[in-house]
């Protein structure tokens, strides 16, 4: 498959449609590790910003706060709604299971029901147990999709570090009925998963890519800095328009307010929300820096102490 596709239409407002028919905003701003008492802050910051997709997790510690910073910007700008905004967290390695999955996403909701009453989106995390657990898991999250269940209602349900045998096994349970939406992996140009791109694509769900700017760890590659300086275009914004070229849904994480705001502004403003063939901008890049960021073959995993969890097999450490 190609991936030097110089450039795409999207704006800051733009979203890509779910196999489930709802609609998730392209650009995402992720709490992972941001410090307890900071996240309420942060998601604040970056609705103000203009993002309509926070991402979460359980094991991220930040699920309240993210929710309350929610509300707080629901209050505080009236005419923005609930359904406006996206909400996705993940359950935790240790959850899985049927039952243990359900107890789980009860604790979920005793925290963040009181402030945006719904979820939007819940993923396995990783698929770092049995073939057993995660079916199970998986089976509970089916259920919550139900709007009558009685913990709270969740939209759409799907995975995070799923390797394709995974979700064969999924596809392959007898009580499958939902499509995982998307999968939420580590995707950069030092690590463009063409494999897992073309079954994500065959199958219908979308690739959310996390660590787009590697955690820091390539930012002073001296690729990167010599792409940067030939081009004049700014390295963070190489690699997150890099992942938007892709076609993937890119989760930014930042501590820094000024930040959350150059990240974003990476995509274009919208020309004019009356008219759909006038709301469209481009995000390009130079095809000679596609061409350098052009690594088909890298498998550098630069999260998870290096080893790549979509090859899990169970028993693994």
Same mark, same amino acid.
């Given at each position: 498959m190609s991936i030097l596709t110089s450039s795409i239409e999207l704006t800051k407002k733009s979203t890509y449609k779910l196999n489930n028919g709802l609609h998730i905003p392209v650009a995402g701003y992720g709490a992972y590790l941001v410090p307890k008492?900071?996240?309420r802050e942060l998601t604040y910051a970056a609705l103000v910003a203009g993002y309509r997709h926070i991402d979460s997790a359980v094991y991220y510690g930040s699920q309240e706060e993210c929710a309350e910073g929610i509300e707080n910007f629901i209050k505080d700008h009236p005419h923005v709604k609930r359904e406006d905004i996206?909400?996705?967290?993940?359950?935790?390695?240790?959850?899985?299971?049927?039952?243990?999955?359900? =107890?789980?996403?009860?604790? /979920?909701?005793?925290?963040?029901? =009181?402030?945006?009453?719904? /979820?939007?989106?819940?993923?396995?995390?990783?698929?770092?147990?049995?073939k057993d657990k995660r079916i199970g898991s998986w089976k509970a999250l089916q259920e919550l999709t139900n709007p009558t269940n009685d913990i709270i209602h969740v939209k759409s349900i799907g995975v995070s570090n799923f390797g394709i045998a995974h979700l064969e096994e999924l596809f392959a349970w007898e009580g499958f009925k939902i499509k995982p939406v998307v999968n939420q992996v580590e995707l950069h140009p030092w690590l463009p998963r063409l494999d897992l791109r073309e079954y994500s694509i065959k199958h219908d769900i979308l690739l959310e890519a996390y660590s787009p700017l590697t955690q820091g760890y390539k930012l002073n590659d001296p690729e990167l800095l010599a792409l940067e300086k030939e081009?004049?275009?700014p390295k963070i914004e190489i690699l997150l328009k890099w992942s938007y070229l892709q076609g993937f849904i890119v989760l930014a994480k930042t501590e820094k307010i000024e930040r959350i705001k150059q990240n974003f502004d990476v995509l274009p403003d919208a020309k004019d929300d009356s008219e759909e063939?006038?709301?469209l901008g481009v995000v390009k890049l130079p095809l000679d820096v596609l061409q350098a960021l052009n690594k088909p073959t890298s498998k550098e995993v630069l999260t998870w102490g290096g080893v790549d969890p979509t090859l899990y097999k169970d028993g693994d450490a």
């Amino acid at each position: 498959m190609s991936i030097l596709t110089s450039s795409i239409e999207l704006t800051k407002k733009s979203t890509y449609k779910l196999n489930n028919g709802l609609h998730i905003p392209v650009a995402g701003y992720g709490a992972y590790l941001v410090p307890k008492g900071k996240a309420r802050e942060l998601t604040y910051a970056a609705l103000v910003a203009g993002y309509r997709h926070i991402d979460s997790a359980v094991y991220y510690g930040s699920q309240e706060e993210c929710a309350e910073g929610i509300e707080n910007f629901i209050k505080d700008h009236p005419h923005v709604k609930r359904e406006d905004i996206w909400f996705t967290t993940k359950i935790t390695n240790p959850a899985h299971g049927y039952e243990n999955t359900l =107890k789980e996403v009860k604790e /979920i909701a005793s925290l963040v029901k =009181k402030h945006i009453q719904y /979820i939007d989106l819940i993923l396995i995390h990783s698929p770092k147990s049995t073939k057993d657990k995660r079916i199970g898991s998986w089976k509970a999250l089916q259920e919550l999709t139900n709007p009558t269940n009685d913990i709270i209602h969740v939209k759409s349900i799907g995975v995070s570090n799923f390797g394709i045998a995974h979700l064969e096994e999924l596809f392959a349970w007898e009580g499958f009925k939902i499509k995982p939406v998307v999968n939420q992996v580590e995707l950069h140009p030092w690590l463009p998963r063409l494999d897992l791109r073309e079954y994500s694509i065959k199958h219908d769900i979308l690739l959310e890519a996390y660590s787009p700017l590697t955690q820091g760890y390539k930012l002073n590659d001296p690729e990167l800095l010599a792409l940067e300086k030939e081009s004049g275009i700014p390295k963070i914004e190489i690699l997150l328009k890099w992942s938007y070229l892709q076609g993937f849904i890119v989760l930014a994480k930042t501590e820094k307010i000024e930040r959350i705001k150059q990240n974003f502004d990476v995509l274009p403003d919208a020309k004019d929300d009356s008219e759909e063939s006038a709301n469209l901008g481009v995000v390009k890049l130079p095809l000679d820096v596609l061409q350098a960021l052009n690594k088909p073959t890298s498998k550098e995993v630069l999260t998870w102490g290096g080893v790549d969890p979509t090859l899990y097999k169970d028993g693994d450490a």
